[in-house]
């Protein structure tokens, strides 16, 4: 997920949350009970949820557990600056964690319209923590002083998912996202549905009668697909049929558009299914009768957004035709 895709009012309203953070902390006075003592803070983050945003769309998508977490701990050394230690909770064993401070910034001012430089301030932290099935820790002497650290730094803590190619542009890729300095607490798992109405296929995808269904199947039956997200980030697809035959089963398809020029009859579309998203059967029950399945590589938002292919129930009284548009029950777009 890229950046254009988190509404402008939610960086707005981040900057706001960062603001406040440097209020709060320039306030909050020191929790030591000696002026000769150095002081420290701790935070903690929970498990990215999409929290800090307030947005199901900047939330994490992938295989890692959710149950990762971290803490910060920022010390005051005897030179005035600050040692940051980072601790991350239920890793994973032999996979290296990218843990990153981003610096705050004008997203008007970087390349991909963040609003963090995407790259990491060394200075204050930029690691890998090695898993070992359980907490690990790393720590990093800064040459900003505690107070600077504490009490003004703005910017970003995340937590990068060892299991995906890292980058510093798609949330959905970050175990953790944070203000650096404040403590975040737990998000609710949220998912997102879409849901697709098809009727009887008449002829009307293409606007041609003679693409209209032939054969003795009623003409009532009529088809709803729901595309459901998946916490790792793919599809669960629920495919119902209404006014179905008992005892026969539909053939329910999803073929890939493609170009009539490359295919063998010269249909728009691949005339073998796309067994990821759907190539199943449903079995009729003489009402409604429905089948779900799960993509492994398809993604929620890919499938709704950037998909391009045809939705087909073939009419099961009939000999099965990738070619025959009249014995479609129903011919649609997939997932629009």
């Not at 920022?74 to 990218?98: C, H, K, R």
Request: glycine share 8%; hydrophobic share 30%.
């Amino acid at each position: 997920m890229n950046y254009e895709k988190i509404p402008t009012f939610k960086w707005t309203a981040l900057f706001a949350i960062l603001s406040v953070t440097l209020f709060t902390a320039c306030n909050s006075g020191s929790s030591v009970t000696g002026s000769q003592e150095l002081q420290s803070e701790s935070f903690t983050y929970e498990f990215n949820e999409g929290q800090l945003l307030g947005e199901v769309s900047a939330a994490y998508r992938g295989e890692h557990e959710r149950n990762l977490r971290a803490e910060i701990m920022i010390e005051e050394m005897e030179s005035g600056n600050a040692s940051v230690t980072v601790n991350l909770f239920n890793t994973i064993d032999g996979e290296s964690y990218p843990v990153h401070a981003h610096d705050a910034a004008d997203p008007n001012s970087t390349p991909n319209g963040t609003p963090y430089n995407e790259t990491p301030n060394g200075n204050i932290f930029a690691q890998a923590l090695m898993g070992n099935g359980g907490q690990v820790s790393a720590s990093n002497e800064s040459t900003l002083t505690y107070d600077e650290l504490v009490n003004q730094y703005q910017g970003f803590f995340v937590v990068h998912d060892p299991t995906q190619d890292i980058t510093t542009t798609d949330l959905t890729t970050y175990l953790v996202l944070g203000s650096f300095g404040q403590s975040l607490g737990a998000g609710t798992p949220e998912t997102r549905t879409e849901s697709f109405e098809y009727s009887f296929n008449e002829g009307q995808l293409l606007d041609d009668p003679n693409t209209a269904y032939e054969g003795d199947h009623r003409r009532d039956l009529s088809a709803t697909m729901m595309v459901e997200e998946m916490l790792n980030g793919k599809a669960r697809i629920t495919v119902t049929l209404e006014n179905t035959l008992d005892g026969f089963d539909y053939p329910v398809h999803s073929h890939d558009a493609a170009d009539p020029d490359t295919t063998t009859n010269g249909t728009p579309y691949n005339e073998t299914p796309n067994s990821d998203i759907l190539a199943n059967a449903v079995s009729g029950t003489g009402g409604s009768a429905s089948i779900t399945v799960e993509t492994n590589e398809t993604e929620y938002l890919q499938l709704i957004n950037e998909y391009d292919g045809f939705f087909v129930v073939h009419d099961p009284t009939q000999a099965i035709s990738t070619t025959d548009l009249t014995t479609y029950l129903v011919l649609g777009q997939t997932a629009r």
